[in-house]
């Protein structure tokens, strides 16, 4: 059987028509066999067939429509031959087409809050004048060139194989005149000439959704531009689990997910390229910070472990390869550097954010916490710093909600209901759909309204008085149950109305159950209260883009004024930088890292009965008392 896909790519900024037959066997599913061939499609859940984002459009012949399809598909959906590509089996010649994602059209922040560091760098260039080579003395030009080192007052290096294969011709074309580029003992590169004056790395932060690069100036210490690129791993599950389960499965599919995100680290570094000129093989130097899973798919060493118990990753502290091992598109010898993790699921882009806010050093009692599908908490007093991950799920992705969808045009990011209800679209286009912050404000206004309750309950229209008649007349009750219409179909971009479901409710309380359960796990630990917190630091970009007060209100941060809570934007890249100019705040990141305390929720007695207590929304005075 012939499966032939075809979708739509991106080249240097212009969409094109792509096209790939593929021969099927057996009862593989079109998700499966696109994925064996490297073809992406949305595949939220993993491959779970519970998402629902999968969806394909098939010509030819396939199985019976499943019924989970029947329920995450509109009739209309079926009716167009849309199928849910976990679901699909061919069963006989067929063509799939994929439609552009969502994926493409991202939000994202590459916006970090700046800390400064000494710029001295652990990579160094030198100028040499090297020994003509003379009948008298045969000492090869590897030789000569180390000794000319070494009388400069240089340590002894080693050559890589591949700087060697060109130094003879090197040495020549520059009359022995060269920029030797050295990093500890290594020799990174030999250039002709004076090439002392720059002197450019990479500062990555590996996203589980995202992928955020930076290009520094390594004399200045300044960034000279950001680029940004999903992950190209999402074709295999949203979340960290998906892909630890996906690369669990043998070292083919470990491998195509470290390619997966190599080739969207190459993608950035082609952007980069593209926005300041400086090209790849001038870069010699990497660090990269991510979560402990990416780091570890990144390097492509299997994380199997990190997700059964006791959670133990194949390493902790900080790792050092070269990009060539990785394939990292920039000089093959440049050392990468993969920043120290505390534990299986508080990884080393936690550790960037400390560096990045001094965290250790601030006075009082701070707390960071990044939401995202795990939500990574820090409560730091007066230098002691205890750590949790508190395991979220996609909600605040839009994952997972009826009418959810990640933070890209189209999405509903901001609510507020008066009269009626009014909403803010990203890309001011007719929406689509709602993403996190967007879902966090609107329950945060239902809240406000009565239409929820502390329980997280719709409200029946009958057991609510004095509500102006537009509201009332989007509360109702469908076969799935009580929901509240959002944006009626007229005025969406699909015709489709956009409806908060009672389940999407019970998403939302389990997400933010879980994170601030977390919070009041570290804060009983530390015996700090919650009008004792001094500073709230929201980090990643889902910190960025929520309201503050409708955070607080859905009860998803602790009871503190507004006044203390601050957004600290992509903070972990912002670590990665600080650690790529200066030597110290790399020694810092793997003290840090080492210090910290790490608490592992599902051992703690009492993380049941405060996940039960964070679940619930706050009773609407003690809400009043802390947002005046
Ligand atoms: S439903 Fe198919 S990947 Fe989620």
Partial sequence: MQVTFIWQEQVEGRWSQRQKQVTASGDATVLRLAREYDIKINATCGGRGRC??????????????S????????????????????????????????????????????????????????????FVAVPEPVLEAPD????????????????????????????PEILRQSNHRVTVTRWREHIVAVDS????????????????????????????????????????????????????????????????????????????????????????????????????????????????????????????????ATAGQLGLAV???????????????????????????????????VLMVDIGT???????????????SAAAGPAFEGAQISCGMRAGEGAVEFVEIGEDV???????????????SGLIDLVAELLKVGIIDETGRLQDASELHGLPPKLVERIRTSENGAEFVVVWGKDTADGKEIVLTQRDIRELQLAKGAIRAGTMILQRILGIRDEDIDELLLAGAFGNYIRKESAMRIG???????????????AARVGARLCLISQAKLQEASRLAKSMGYVELSGRPDFQEAFMEAMLFPQSEEYLEFAR
């Fill in 331 to 365: 000089n093959p010898e440049a050392p990468v550097t993969f920043l120290p993790n505390v534990a299986g699921f508080v990884g080393a882009d936690t550790v960037g954010v400390v560096v990045a806010t001094g965290l250790a050093d601030r006075n009082g009692r």
């Fill in 52 to 65: 629902g984002r999968c969806k394909v459009v098939v010509q030819g012949p396939l199985n019976e429509v």
């Fill in 140 to 167: 090869g030009d590897r030789e000569r060139l180390l000794e000319a080192l070494a009388g400069a007052g240089g340590r002894i290096c080693q050559i890589p194989l591949g700087v060697m294969t060109r130094l």
């Fill in 193 to 320: 000439g004076d090439t002392t004056g720059e002197l450019f790395g990479l500062a990555f932060d590996i996203g589980t959704t995202t992928v955020v690069g930076g290009l520094i100036d390594l004399h200045q210490g300044k960034e000279l531009d950001v680029a940004a690129r999903l992950n190209g791993q999402a074709a295999y599950g949203a979340d960290v689990i998906s892909r630890v389960e996906y690369a669990s499965n043998g070292i083919t599919h470990l491998k195509r997910l470290q390619r997966a995100v190599m080739d969207t680290l190459n993608g950035v570094i082609s952007d980069l390229h593209e926005k300041t000129g400086v090209s790849p093989e001038r870069i010699s130097r990497v660090v990269v910070v991510g979560n402990t899973c990416m780091q570890h798919l990144a390097l492509g060493v299997s994380p199997t472990y990190i997700a059964r118990s006791p959670y133990t990753p194949a390493f902790s502290r900080q790792f050092d």
């Fill in 422 to 436: 009014e909403v803010r679209v990203i890309g001011q286009t007719l929406p689509r759909g709602i993403c996190g």
């Fill in 374 to 388: 795990n939500g990574e908490i820090v409560l730091s007093q007066g230098g002691r710093m205890v750590s949790c």
């Fill in 556 to 570: 998803l941060l602790p009871k503190v004024p507004l006044e203390r809570v601050r957004s600290v934007g992509n």
């Fill in 67 to 126: 019924q989970m399809e029947r329920q995450l598909l509109t009739k209309e959906e079926l009716a167009k031959g849309i199928r849910l590509a976990c679901y699909a089996r061919p069963q006989g010649d067929i063509w799939v087409t994929i439609p552009t994602g969502e994926t493409e059209l991202l939000q994202i922040l590459t916006e970090g809050s700046d800390q400064e560091a000494a710029v001295e760098p652990d990579i160094v260039k030198e």
